[in-house]
């Protein structure tokens, strides 16, 4: 559905994406996840074709932006950052507006939005006019800009920041129901708004994809280890007995707490498929009846905090050897000038030599330029 490729994007001296790449496949409701400053409405700038990248590719159906943009564009709808809103306009006759400018075809032009309008639940206030209405609600308006003309994939650049928790909910059931017609990417710098509405999350840190994958993947591929807890009718020493000697499965065995004759214990254990089966078995075989057997779930979070962590470190320390780098640089410049002056007839003949070269060149230039300018008489006349 869209393949970005090896995007770059530079500002001057900041580099704002170095080498993203990834897939998005149609369906799904992918979270794109980041710091501020990470990159994210970069990638999305990039990927809607509002900006181009210094470098890469991206596709959108099958149309590469910069050799079929117009088609790229029409199956994508976008929310940008800063949505772009007319104050003055009634929001019926902005969205009207906005069909106009998309293209849709006259005739289905008022279906189109009455539709968007049921769709965010804008039906209240659709008679008023933007700037009088609430920031939740000129949200719902940016998305009903987005989802005009059907688009295919839509794209919402952080869609409740600055919402209060209430206007958060709506707009995350209303992103929440786009699956059913819709592929959608948003993007977030905060972990439980990604977790609460996608399926896939890609993470990027300083300009760098540092995981893309599903939730569930991630907790696999970080190798965290599992932690249960298991509340047993029995003693504290037999329980502990029987635990111990899984020793294959149970490990970093904890006693948590002991009351009548209820235990209970916490453990990891770093095996990947369902335990519960050979707990079960060896505590009934003792005859310990297990009350209860609970996975506790290794959070997003810990992920998402390591591996920005990480991230963090590796920026920092790729920083310190650039500078590194440079700063020797500029001391072998320093230490060849000072050789230079030591050598005064050396530099003097050297300094010839330059102006020589220098002299060729721009007498080649120079030739270059005749012949560029006798090529364009010829070609005027
Ligand atoms: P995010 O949306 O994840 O907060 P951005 O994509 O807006 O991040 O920005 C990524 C980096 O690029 C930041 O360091 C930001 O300062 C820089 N940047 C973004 N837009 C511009 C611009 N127009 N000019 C210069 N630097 C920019
Ligand atoms: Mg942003």
Do not use: W
Request: hydrophobic share 35%; charged share 35%.
């Amino acid at each position: 559905m869209i393949k970005v490729t090896d995007l770059c994007k530079s500002y001057g001296n900041t580099i704002a994406l170095d080498m993203v790449s990834f897939e998005v496949k149609k369906g799904h409701i992918y979270g794109l996840l980041g710091p501020n400053g990470a990159g994210k409405s970069t990638t999305m700038n990039i990927i809607t074709g509002y900006i181009a990248p210094t470098l890469g590719e991206v596709s959108v159906n099958n149309h590469i932006l910069g050799k079929e943009t117009n088609q790229a564009k029409k199956c994508i709808g976008y929310l940008p950052e800063n949505p772009p809103l007319y104050p003055d306009m009634l929001v019926r006759e902005f969205l009207q507006f906005v069909a106009a400018i998309k293209k849709v075809p006259k005739k289905s032009r008022l279906e189109e939005v009455e539709n968007a309008i049921k769709k965010t639940g804008l039906s209240d206030v659709s008679g008023r006019l933007i700037k009088n209405l609430s920031k939740g609600y000129k949200q719902r308006v940016g998305i009903a800009q987005a989802i005009i003309g059907n688009p295919e994939i839509i794209i919402l650049d952080e869609p409740t920041v600055g919402l209060d928790p209430k206007q958060i909910i709506e707009i995350r059931e209303l992103i929440r129901s786009f699956k059913k017609d819709h592929t959608v990417i948003l993007s977030s710098h905060i972990l439980s708004e990604i977790a609460a509405v996608c399926d896939d999350v890609l993470i990027i840190a300083h300009g760098r994809v540092v995981a893309c994958d599903t939730t569930d993947n991630l907790l696999k591929e970080t190798g965290a280890a599992r932690v249960f807890t298991v509340t047993v009718k029995g003693s504290k020493d037999k329980t502990k007995n029987v635990l111990s000697k899984l020793n294959k499965i149970v490990k970093n065995l904890q006693f948590i707490s002991e009351e009548k004759d209820k235990v209970t214990f916490r453990f990891e254990t770093t095996r990947r498929d369902d335990i519960r089966e050979d707990i079960s078995f060896a505590l009934s075989d003792a005859r310990l009846l297990i009350l209860s057997l609970n996975e506790e779930q290794n959070s997003l979070e810990d992920i998402y905090l390591t591996l920005i962590d990480d991230a963090d470190r590796k920026f920092a320390e790729e920083m310190a050897r650039r500078k590194l780098e440079e700063e020797k640089e500029d001391e072998d410049e320093d230490s060849d000038e000072e050789e230079d002056s030591k050598d005064d007839s050396s530099k003097d003949s050297e300094s010839e030599a330059d102006e020589e070269e220098e002299k060729e060149s721009s007498d080649d230039e120079k030739d270059a330029d005749d012949s560029a300018e006798s090529d364009a008489e010829k070609e005027a006349k």
